[in-house]
């Protein structure tokens, strides 16, 4: 039977349902016609939608509307019906932001052997989930070959693919066309700032380590930049706001992108951090507001660079770090350029292993999240 006309309010351009769960809902007349899920609105296999919503006027409403439930029911001019569930409306509204656990210095990455990671989907289930919980993980006992990263497209999605090498080498090379070539300490940046949208995931994966020093070095990026937002809300303001320009080349290769350091969602939370002081270039010195952009770029390095946000350990001949580069920023202590120091390194995308993750759910993997 139908509810009283109580449960329904009709406004200009608006619905106002009053669910039996108590809970209200105020939707727009044209939200309600475009995300209509019927055959005739979307393909059934894939979700995909059909429906243009310039198909209709922008004034549209509803001839006739009815709540039977649970069921809301709307007919519109055209004759078209369209069912919604109270429940699947109100899990719309209850989508929370993604979680994430913060961590210090005092963090070491978990560990998996990585031909489990690749033989398991229980082991490879936990292991992303948490790679997305805390942005790095060491997969170990990989083998020292040359191209090993390539195996791990089943797990993490291709590899994506960048100018100057697909996996590339990182030695000590007085050629090389970075300081990653040299036996220099590296401090906490991500890859290719150049790059308008810079690689997301990065496996570094030791092939040989027999050089003193040289320790791995990582930092929660997000976390700190959690703490600046709350110590000094206008020195995130400014770096969310001010582009600036990054440069990465060789002899056969130029890349460049302009964009700020910060990158938020539409609900302000911290997606990314584009950060690599020596890839940065020079800022425009008339550019407006450039005094407050270096005292704001001045504590964000400091708070980077602090011992007490460095998690440092050494990666050993056969182990693989994988770091969310969007949020980890990775480094690494100077080495004895005597000692023979080889690692490899590539690209991956973030959406690519959250969809693993998706898939491996759905074959029934557990991944204890």
Same mark, same amino acid.
């Given at each position: 039977?139908?509810?009283?006309?109580?449960?329904?309010?009709?406004?200009?351009?608006?619905?106002?349902?009053?669910?039996?769960?108590?809970?209200?809902?105020?939707?727009?007349?044209?939200?309600?016609?475009?995300?209509? $899920?019927?055959?005739?609105?979307? %393909?059934?296999?894939?979700?995909?939608?059909?429906?243009?919503?310039?198909?209709?006027?922008?004034?549209?409403?509803?001839?006739? %509307?009815?709540?039977?439930?649970?069921?809301?029911?709307?007919?519109?001019?055209?004759?078209?019906?369209?069912? &919604?569930?109270?429940?699947?409306?109100?899990?719309?509204?209850?989508?929370?932001?993604?979680?994430?656990?913060?961590?210090?210095?005092? /963090?070491?990455?978990?560990? &998996?052997?990585?031909?489990?990671?690749?033989?398991?989907?229980?082991?490879?289930?936990?292991?992303?989930?948490?790679?997305?919980?805390?942005?790095?993980?060491?997969?170990?006992?990989?083998?020292?070959?040359?191209?090993?990263?390539?195996?791990?497209?089943?797990?993490?999605?291709?590899?994506?693919? %960048?100018?100057?090498?697909?996996?590339?080498?990182?030695?000590?090379?007085?050629?090389?066309?970075?300081?990653?070539?040299?036996?220099?300490?590296?401090?906490?940046?991500?890859? /290719?700032?150049?790059? $308008?949208?810079?690689? $997301?995931?990065?496996?570094?994966?030791?092939?040989?380590?027999?050089?003193?020093?040289?320790?791995?070095?990582?930092?929660?990026?997000?976390?700190?930049?959690?703490?600046?937002?709350?110590?000094?809300?206008?020195? /995130?303001?400014?770096?969310?706001?001010?582009?600036?320009?990054?440069?990465?080349?060789?002899?056969?290769?130029?890349? &460049?992108?302009?964009?700020?350091?910060?990158?938020?969602?539409?609900?302000?939370?911290?997606?990314?951090?584009?950060?690599?002081?020596?890839?940065?270039?020079?800022?425009?010195?008339?550019?407006?507001?450039?005094?407050? /952009?270096?005292?704001? &770029?001045?504590?964000?390095?400091?708070?980077?660079?602090?011992?007490?946000?460095?998690?440092?350990?050494?990666?050993?001949?056969?182990?693989?770090?994988?770091?969310?580069?969007?949020? %980890?920023?990775?480094?690494?202590?100077?080495?004895?350029?005597?000692? $023979?120091?080889?690692?490899?390194?590539?690209?991956?995308?973030?959406?690519?292993?959250?969809?693993?993750?998706?898939?491996?759910?759905?074959?029934?993997?557990?991944?204890?999240?």
């Amino acid at each position: 039977m139908s509810r009283p006309d109580a449960s329904l309010l009709r406004h200009r351009d608006a619905l106002e349902v009053h669910w039996p769960s108590g809970k209200v809902s105020h939707l727009h007349y044209l939200w309600l016609r475009d995300n209509c $899920s019927c055959e005739e609105c979307r %393909v059934v296999q894939t979700s995909e939608k059909r429906f243009m919503i310039s198909d209709v006027p922008v004034d549209v409403a509803p001839l006739a %509307v009815s709540l039977d439930g649970d069921r809301l029911v709307l007919v519109w001019p055209d004759g078209h019906e369209t069912v &919604y569930g109270g429940a699947d409306i109100e899990a719309l509204s209850a989508r929370d932001s993604e979680e994430w656990t913060q961590w210090d210095s005092r /963090f070491s990455p978990s560990r &998996y052997r990585f031909q489990a990671f690749l033989d398991d989907d229980s082991l490879a289930a936990a292991a992303i989930a948490d790679f997305l919980d805390k942005g790095a993980i060491v997969l170990q006992q990989a083998s020292a070959r040359p191209g090993t990263l390539e195996l791990l497209a089943p797990r993490l999605g291709p590899i994506r693919e %960048v100018l100057f090498a697909r996996i590339h080498d990182v030695q000590v090379d007085p050629r090389g066309y970075n300081v990653a070539h040299t036996s220099n300490g590296l401090p906490p940046h991500n890859d /290719f700032a150049s790059y $308008s949208w810079p690689p $997301s995931v990065q496996a570094l994966h030791m092939l040989v380590n027999e050089a003193g020093g040289g320790e791995s070095v990582i930092v929660d990026g997000w976390n700190v930049l959690s703490t600046l937002r709350e110590r000094h809300p206008d020195h /995130f303001r400014v770096l969310c706001e001010v582009p600036v320009p990054f440069r990465e080349f060789d002899d056969d290769n130029e890349t &460049y992108a302009v964009a700020p350091l910060v990158r938020c969602d539409a609900d302000g939370n911290i997606v990314g951090l584009r950060f690599s002081n020596q890839l940065m270039q020079t800022l425009d010195p008339a550019a407006p507001g450039i005094g407050e /952009f270096y005292r704001a &770029y001045h504590a964000l390095c400091g708070l980077l660079t602090a011992d007490d946000v460095k998690a440092r350990f050494r990666l050993d001949g056969g182990d693989i770090l994988i770091v969310a580069a969007h949020r %980890v920023l990775h480094g690494r202590e100077a080495f004895e350029a005597a000692g $023979s120091r080889h690692l490899q390194d590539a690209y991956f995308e973030l959406d690519n292993v959250r969809n693993h993750l998706v898939v491996l759910k759905r074959k029934g993997a557990h991944s204890n999240d």
